[in-house]
């Protein structure tokens, strides 16, 4: 019995060996493709005058192509995320319990307040407000801030055991906490509203950074009760009169991951048709910088009511202003546009003095809040001030 199981682990030590150098000679390809966030590493050329950087040049080649690489790299980090909760690349993704991930340790450190930003930087982000509140009032029209809690926030039960929210130190809580008193615009924390709802629906994707269509349309409701109190009920859309369906989606955390085609999410749909208003293509109006901007053809969108005596909406967005929400937030105003201004959320005063609406909205994912105050209100593509995050 002991020389089978020698035999055996001789056969299997073999395989190991032999298969990845059968495959490499007879150019068998693996299943998984190349899963890294670079470009892999190309054959070099082998030249007799220069042979000084050869060796290192296909070792590099090697490396990035042998054998099975690819479904070994994801065999090892399928086994750390789902059985041992570790994540492969904790500076980037964060494995939380029941399946759920979270942005990596830096930025999950600054959402939940385990880094709570320091006095002066709050001093500098409602100084940047109240600056854009006035901006606007001289312009005729309202400045108001939208924030879309983080998904910790709102589902602190799926961290990891041992990290848990410090609410107090929380970077909007701590805005919160002095704008009452100090800052003239109005803010709105969508922490409270979605709370009221995560047990009807799931409102953010397990495997993503984003709510899900629930979320925004969850968000929408709470931004126009906020806006006007006043309006019937009746006139904000209900979800039982949309359309829903489910789809398969890969989310952007699991992509990180390299585990997309195993450790997927469901995405909830929601279709809203209404007639009363059409798209017109704004490309070319407000110029975007092709060269390093992926989504040139969503920077400025606008949207065209037929009762054109409604009041007008310009709103500085992220992605998680999404087409759901959109269509249910354009549907209550004359002229909408949305700007999506690289992630910066910059006030750009230009499209306001252009467009004139009456109401200007910013809705940020609650990571962007310290954009405010890094671009303010120049047209900057590029450049960081560095201010200090912690007292």
């Known amino acids: 019995m002991k020389r089978l199981f020698t035999s055996l682990y001789i056969l299997l030590f073999c395989s190991i060996l032999l ?7 007879f150019g068998i390809k693996e299943g998984w493709s190349f899963m890294d966030n670079r470009k892999p590493a190309e054959l070099p050329e082998f030249d007799l005058t220069y042979l000084d950087p050869l060796p290192n040049k296909y070792t590099d080649f090697y490396n990035d192509h042998f054998p099975l690489r690819n479904s070994s790299i994801y065999a090892l980090n399928y086994a750390d995320a789902r059985f041992f909760l570790k994540s492969p690349c904790p500076n980037e993704v964060t494995v939380g319990q029941d399946g759920w991930l979270y942005p990596g340790k830096d930025e999950l450190d600054f959402l939940i307040g385990v ?3 320091s006095d002066s930087i709050v001093t500098e982000l409602i100084k940047e407000l109240n600056e854009r509140y006035e901006f606007c009032k001289a312009n005729g029209t309202e400045y ?3 924030v879309v809690p983080s998904k910790a926030a709102l589902y602190p039960e799926h961290l990891p055991a041992n990290i848990h929210l410090d609410p107090k130190s929380m970077p909007m809580n701590r805005l919160l906490s002095r704008s009452v008193n100090e800052c003239n615009t ?3 924390y969508l922490l409270d509203s979605l709370k009221k709802h995560k047990g009807e629906k799931q ?3 397990s495997t993503d950074t984003h709510w899900n269509q629930y979320g925004s ?5 709470a931004i126009m009760n906020w806006m006007y109190p006043e309006m019937s009920q009746q006139a904000i859309h209900k979800l039982d009169t949309l359309a829903e369906k489910n789809k398969v989606v890969v989310g952007n955390l699991s992509k990180i991951l390299g585990l997309g085609n195993y450790w997927n999410d469901t ?6 048709h209404n007639e009363s208003y059409v798209h017109t293509s704004a490309v070319g109006l407000y110029p975007c910088d092709s060269s390093w901007f992926s989504y040139c053809s969503e920077y400025s969108l606008t949207w065209q009511n037929q009762d054109s005596t409604l009041p007008g909406l310009l709103v500085i967005r992220d992605s998680f202003t999404n087409d759901l929400l959109k269509k249910l937030l354009c549907s209550h105003f004359g002229r909408t546009t949305f700007i999506w201004d690289y992630w910066q959320h910059k006030l750009n005063k230009e499209i306001i003095q252009k ?3 009456n109401v200007v909205i910013d809705i940020m994912n609650e990571g962007f809040l310290l954009k405010l105050i890094k671009y303010p209100n120049k047209n900057e593509t590029g450049g960081v001030n560095f201010l200090p995050l912690i007292d």
Not at 19 to 25: A, C, E, S
Not at 267 to 272: K, Q
């Open 19 to 25: 298969v990845p150098q059968i495959m490499w000679t």
């Open 267 to 272: 995405l909830p749909t929601i279709e809203f």
């Open 186 to 188: 109005p803010i709105l």
């Open 203 to 205: 409102l953010f994707l």
């Open 355 to 357: 467009e004139k609406p």
């Open 115 to 117: 880094q709570p930003i």
């Open 144 to 146: 108001r801030l939208v």
């Open 217 to 221: 349309y969850f968000g929408y409701r």
